[in-house]
């Protein structure tokens, strides 16, 4: 997909998450930074990334990408239901 679409927010954020499985966290960030300037109104780009920095442990940034996620999106159940679990996960 990204080789016929490569600006393609989703699918950056897939390789994004590939790469973090893989271990590849700094390449990771940088794929996720593209795909949230790349589709800035795609509440799932900003959702994947929220959990994404949720899993590495920046929570000011998870914060932020879950607020972007939810104002173009605000009635999304998985994402409410996400912010909620990682908020208790600091807890």
């Known amino acids: 997909m990204l080789e016929q679409e490569p600006d393609n927010g989703e699918a950056l954020a897939l ?3 590939i ?3 893989q271990g590849k966290v700094y390449e990771a960030r940088s ?4 795909a949230m300037i790349t589709e800035p109104l795609n509440p799932e780009v900003w959702f994947q990334a ?4 949720h ?3 920046d929570y000011i940034e998870s914060d932020k990408c879950f607020l972007e996620a939810l104002k173009y999106a605000p009635e999304d159940m998985q994402i409410l239901e996400e912010q909620k679990r990682c908020m208790g996960e600091r807890a």
């Open 19 to 21: 790469l973090k499985q």
């Open 50 to 53: 929220a959990l994404f920095y």
């Open 55 to 57: 899993d590495i442990k």
């Open 31 to 34: 794929i996720f930074e593209k």
């Open 15 to 17: 390789l994004g998450n």
